[in-house]
T-cell receptor, first 113, second 113 residues
Framework: GQQLNQSPQSMFIQEGEDVSMNCTSS?????WLWYKQDPGEGPVLLIA?????ELTSNGRLTAQFGITRKDSFLNISASIPSDVGIYFC?????????????FGKGTKLSVIP | DAGVTQSPTHLIKTRGQQVTLRCSPK?????VSWYQQALGQGPQFIFQ???????QRGNFPDRFSGHQFPNYSSELNVNALLLGDSALYLC????????????FGEGSRLTVL
């Protein structure tokens, strides 16, 4: 099935550093979402974006819905050890009557104390 | 407030067997979606149930079937298991029709030998 292109695949950063990751698609979505998955757990919603150009924050997390509606970005500021996990982007075309989420392959984040 | 609960958490089957996975949605939610997550991949949409009907289906064969009960709980059935069906099966619930803001369970880890 289709998956979004997420980059980087993995990253190692020092505690306190900022992190950026992105997601691109060949198709347009009218909703972009970012989820985080910890080992042995299901994904947890971090941020949902509903409008092209929208910039939304959730604590140290900031995400943007790309103007072309084919991409999205997630930034994490001042990383801490509990930020470790796999971050997934997901797109949805609810306006086209589709309920499914299309996920990326994930960005695995490791934080070095 | 109980979140999404899934059972069993782990199971091992052999090729050709059948399996049933169960899901109870978060309290107040009436929509249940099922996703398959292979190792190192993002979740892939299987189908979504609302009002006891399959509302949308992803690109999965007919061996994958489901059911939703009047209390909104759901089952995923997979017949004639293949080695490639080994994966984490995630159930997600939502309370707003069409939303991508999903609450995921911890998943059922299926291993097919």
């Amino acid at each position: 099935g289709q998956q979004l292109n997420q980059s980087p695949q993995s990253m190692f950063i020092q505690e306190g550093e900022d992190v950026s990751m992105n997601c691109t698609s060949s198709s347009i979505f009218n909703t972009w979402l970012w989820y985080k998955q910890d080992p042995g757990e299901g994904p947890v919603l971090l941020i949902a974006l509903y409008k092209a150009g929208e910039l939304t924050s959730n604590g140290r997390l900031t995400a943007q819905f790309g103007i072309t509606r084919k991409d999205s970005f997630l930034n994490i500021s001042a990383s801490i050890p509990s930020d470790v996990g796999i971050y997934f982007c997901a797109g949805q075309n609810s306006g086209a009557g589709s309920y499914q989420l299309t996920f990326g392959k994930g960005t695995k984040l490791s934080v070095i104390p | 407030d109980a979140g999404v609960t899934q059972s069993p958490t782990h199971l091992i089957k052999t090729r050709g067997q059948q399996v049933t996975l169960r899901c109870s949605p978060k309290s107040g939610h009436d929509t249940v979606s099922w996703y398959q997550q292979a190792l190192g991949q993002g979740p892939q949409f299987i189908f979504q149930y609302y009002e006891e009907e399959e509302r949308q289906r992803g690109n999965f064969p007919d061996r994958f079937s489901g059911h939703q009960f009047p209390n909104y709980s759901s089952e995923l059935n997979v017949n004639a298991l293949l080695l490639g069906d080994s994966a984490l099966y995630l159930c997600a619930s939502s309370g707003l029709m069409g939303t991508g803001e999903l609450f995921f369970g911890e998943g059922s880890r299926l291993t097919v030998l």
